[in-house]
T-cell receptor
């Protein structure tokens, strides 16, 4: 199994530019999560999907952030316009049952975003 | 506010020393508890988890954790650390299908 695949691994952009991060969950997993990791705040849950439907987006910091899951094998997290404070590592994770039974989230390698 | 707290932010140990990392949570009711590890440059991996039963849980690489319900704690332990245990360790609680993480503890093991 290829695991959770994220792209790009690294992105450096300038303030005001649009950033799109991509994620391919593990095949057969119903749930997909987007997390953001920073030194100040640690790991924060931004949003999660079940069967491609957003269930809880209360962690999305503001309207500049949006996430979509057009099908079971692909999700995007978009920041428009980007700001320096968005610099972080963004992780995507997937799971079969929202952690309810197995509890284990499978994480991707992360996308390190730097906004200048 | 309900949260997961890891009190040790940065721990430095020599090889063969014993390790204990604290984790406390403030959620009531039934909780599922986890420890994840993130080795340098890698993604998070599950170390161990507690759902029910024996409060002493054994995980991979010689790690264990003890769930103490009365203290709302789930501390991670290892009797003798190795240089390869250098990593960041995250405690997490499953609440309503969401995994809520603590701030993380960076462990540095000196050879």
């Amino acid at each position: 199994d290829a695991g959770v695949i994220q792209s790009p691994r690294h992105e450096v952009t300038e303030m005001g530019q649009e950033v799109t991060l991509r994620c391919k969950p593990i095949s057969g997993h119903d749930y997909l999560f987007w997390y953001r990791q920073t030194m100040m705040r640690g790991l924060e849950l931004l949003i999660y999907f079940n069967n491609n439907v957003p269930i809880d987006d209360s962690g999305m910091p503001e309207d500049r952030f949006s996430a979509k899951m057009p099908n079971a094998s692909f999700s995007t997290l978009k920041i428009q316009p980007s700001e320096p404070r968005d610099s972080a590592v963004y992780f995507c994770a997937s799971n079969e049952l929202a952690g309810g039974l197995t509890g284990e989230l499978f994480f991707g390698e992360g996308s390190r975003l730097t906004v200048l | 506010a309900q949260s997961v707290s890891q009190h040790n932010h940065h721990v430095i140990l020599s090889e063969a020393a014993s390790l204990e990392l604290g984790c406390n949570y403030s959620y009531g009711g039934t909780v599922n508890l986890f420890w994840y590890v993130q080795y340098p440059g890698q993604h998070l991996q599950l170390l161990l988890k507690y759902f029910s039963g024996d409060p002493l849980v054994k995980g991979i690489k010689g790690f264990e954790a003890e769930f103490i319900k009365s203290k709302f704690s789930f501390n991670l332990r290892k009797p003798s650390v190795q240089w390869s245990d250098t990593a960041e360790y995250f405690c997490a609680v499953n609440r309503l299908g969401k995994l809520i993480f603590g701030q993380g503890t960076t462990l540095q093991v000196k050879p």
